[in-house]
């Protein structure tokens, strides 16, 4: 069986030289993956992609997640093309829907055939096709071709979905699928299901599609100071990620006090409201032992990749360490390897 990754997932909220030296950190932990999320108004992911990129040597690296809207499907190859070159190989394309872009006055209409144009025709650029394309949403003219080399005419496709069409789509396109604000085990399998629904007419084995879980991470030796901060963290998505999960009873009444809190501005008295149980469906808090045995749970249930979201502790950088050095070796069943010495 192959080994479960262990990835990171970083917000693009920080200055030049931190991504560095958190990728350094994270790779010589044993990380596997480092993501940068592409929230709306935050950095765009490229740049610290880059920066990462450029100090580390093993660990993958891509955006979770770009999406056809805000960014054409030939700038989208562009950027995966440049992050190709940059880690020589190392990266992988995450694509989906995107949020919140009414605030910019992007409309966002018939997303499933967005996503599908669009990956065909950023990988018809990456292979250097140019019979050209007409779809519905995105044409390519024939002849229309990249003016540069590419590293790789396939680095492996992510889609960020939840749902049953966005899990079929993956089950035909992609290498793997996210399930962003999750960390409940239940999810594994019903993804898994949705998944058939594409891989089944395309002829392809479900397990060629990793399922990818990842959330919110607060770990520190503190556990209860950890689970504070993740009950606040959690309280600005709780609404929407309970709503999308069938396996969650999360009462409606906790949902409707947990939303006024967050509007009203007040996300502690929010994430005072969340009971143990919710909060450990939506994020992975607690102490290095809390924290392991949740994203076991994950392992057990099948996902390819556990990936521990932002702000990873109390602060990123010693919340990043303490993964590396005491969740890690739970789950790899290894002694703590001495990572910090090569930082």
Known sequence: MTRAEIGLGLQSDKPAGTYSRLARLAEACGFDVLTVFGDLMYQPPIFPLL??????????????CLNPYSMAPYE????????????????YLGLARGTWLGAVGIAQPRPLIALREC?????????????GFTGDIFTLAPGTA??????????PLLLGAWGARGAALAGRIAAEIK????ANPGMVGVIRERLRAGTDPAGRPVEDVGVVLGAVTVVDQD??????????EVAMYLAVVADLDPTADVPADLLARVTALVDAGDHVAAGQLIPDDVLDLFAFAGTPEQVA???QALIDAGVRRVEFGTPHGLTDEQGVELLGTAVLPLLRREPAADALATR
């Open 51 to 64: 920066e990462m990129a450029a100090a580390t040597e093993r660990v993958r690296l891509g955006p979770a």
């Open 76 to 91: 989208i190859a562009g950027q995966v093309a440049a992050l190709d070159l940059a880690s020589d190989g190392r990266a």
């Open 119 to 131: 990956a065909e025709v950023m990988y018809r650029l990456l292979r250097g096709d140019t019979d």
């Open 146 to 155: 990249l003016r540069y080399r590419v590293r790789r005419p396939d680095p």
């Open 179 to 182: 399930v962003g604000g999750s």
């Open 223 to 232: 556990g209860a100071a950890a689970r504070a901060r993740a009950r606040t």
């Open 293 to 295: 045995e949740q994203a």
